[in-house]
Structure formats: C-alpha cells, structure tokens
C-alpha cells in the first residue's frame, strides 16, 4: 500500500490549498482515510476523516467550519480543502488509511495502518 501526499506550499493567511492523497495497493472495503498535521514540536493531530464506504465524514475541532475532506472513488483519491488558513495552520499533512475503523477511533492516530508521506503547509501572516 503507498499513500501520496500532495499539494502543499506557502500561502497567506486567509487563503485556501487543496491537498490530495493519491492510493495505490488498497482494497476499499471497511477503509476509513483521514489527515492528520504535525507542527514542530507537537504532536501529530487528527484534522479530518472519511470513510470509504458510505461517505462519512469526521472533522477536528480545528479543521471544522473551515476544512473539507472528500474522495474520488474513481480516481481513488482524498482530498482536503483548506479555507481561511492562518498561521496556527502552519505543520506537516500526513494522510493515513486504517482498515476497519470505528468512528469512536477515528481521530486516534494509532489505529491508522498506512501512511503517507507528508505534505508542507506554510500560511504566512
């Protein structure tokens, strides 16, 4: 299994990104994605998930209102859009898959099987 992150870079704050997670090598049953940032110095944080299957969406405090996760199942693809960044947004994006997760779960970083490498987001003030 290979998760790809991309889409990072530098951008304003107030402004918006989109990152995207390509999939190669997973079978979609039961599989929950999700993103998660590291800022230096802290500890990684769940900002969003979604499952495969059916579509649900679970969002961090500090993601929602402002982030949203989608898929495209054809393309095998998980995006998250990013509105209204600021710099407390600033960190590294990893996006993970976990097979068989339960939505109680879903933000604990330790039921995650895979992941991907992580993109860079800088919003500058």
């Known amino acids: 299994v290979q998760l790809q992150a991309s889409g990072g870079g530098l951008v304003q704050a107030g402004h918006s990104l989109r990152l995207s997670c390509s999939t190669s090598?997973?079978?979609?049953?039961?599989?929950?994605m999700g993103w998660f940032r590291q800022a230096p110095g802290k500890e990684r944080e769940f900002v969003a998930g979604?499952?495969?299957?059916?579509?649900?969406?679970y969002y961090g405090e500090s993601a929602k209102g402002r982030f949203t996760i989608y898929r495209d199942i054809a393309k095998k693809t998980v995006s998250l859009g990013m509105n209204s960044l600021n710099p407390a947004d600033t960190a590294a994006y990893y996006c993970?898959?976990?097979?068989?997760?339960?939505?109680?779960?879903?933000?604990?970083?330790?039921?995650?099987?895979?992941w991907g490498q992580g993109t860079q987001v800088t919003v500058s003030s």
């Open positions: 993970a898959a976990c097979i068989g997760l339960i939505a109680s779960t879903v933000t604990d970083r330790g039921r995650y099987h895979y």
């Open positions: 090598g997973l079978t979609f049953n039961s599989v929950t």
């Open positions: 979604i499952r495969w299957n059916g579509g649900n969406r």
